[in-house]
């Protein structure tokens, strides 16, 4: 079964710096999903990466995957107050219609 | 839009009970997937429901079960309580028109807590 992992586990940074997490699968990522979960709410879409070598920006966030599609990376410029909160990402299982999840990094932003 | 509500938002129970979830998708969504978090399992499938149809399921006990309306709103039942089932139960509903992947979006979640 496909297994996503998440590194790091937790962060924390100055606000104003940038930061990188990053998620590796156990097999190719046919569809690969960034999202963000304030403490026990639900998640919010953030971006759907499925293309080796596809880059996609929302405003400070920006997310890549590489070419051999079993790496993603999650990049924040600049980053806010706001930013704070736990990123999952999450990919199709291959012929199953059902996300797994990495176990999440736990971001936190010093003012 | 609304967005996918989920009802109710807390639960306290007590082992040996059960529950029933309800899980209402964003209008024109016919998938409707349920997922278990809990701090040291993380994220977990549980199932997902198409047209009314189980299509696919996690690795959960048969104490789960699901199932999904006419009108695409969903429940969520969990039989026999036990104390592990402390979580916050997720839906999340895609649009699955077309082929390819979907991103799907989630509710705030009920947050089920036995004792």
């Known amino acids: 079964s496909q297994e996503l992992e998440q590194s790091p586990q937790s962060l924390i940074v100055q606000e104003g710096k940038n930061l990188t997490i990053n998620c590796t699968s156990s097999k190719t990522l046919y569809g690969l999903y960034w999202y963000k979960q304030k403490y026990g709410e639900g998640l919010i879409f953030l971006m759907m990466?499925?293309?080796?070598?596809e880059e996609k920006s929302h405003e400070k966030i920006t997310a890549k995957l590489d070419e051999k599609k079993q790496q993603s990376s999650l990049h924040i410029t600049a980053s806010q107050p706001s930013h704070a909160g736990i990123y999952l990402c999450g990919a199709d299982s291959q012929g199953a219609q059902k996300l797994v999840f990495g176990q999440g990094t736990r971001l936190t932003i010093n003012p | 839009k609304a967005g996918v509500t989920q009802t109710p938002r807390y639960l306290i129970k007590t082992r040996g009970q059960q529950v029933t979830l309800s899980c209402s998708p964003i209008s024109g969504h016919r998938s409707v997937s349920w997922y278990q978090q809990t701090p040291g399992q993380g994220l977990q499938f549980l199932f997902e429901y198409f047209s009314e149809t189980q299509r696919n399921k996690g690795n959960f006990p048969g104490r789960f079960s699901g199932r999904q309306f006419s009108n695409s709103r969903s429940e969520m039942n969990v039989s026999t309580l036990e104390l592990g089932d402390s979580a916050l139960y997720l839906c999340?509903?895609?649009?699955?028109?077309?082929?390819?992947?979907?991103?799907?979006?989630f509710g705030p979640g009920t947050r089920l807590t036995v004792l």
């Open positions: 990466l499925q293309k080796g070598g």
């Open positions: 999340a509903s895609r649009n699955l028109a077309g082929s390819g992947h979907n991103e799907q979006f």
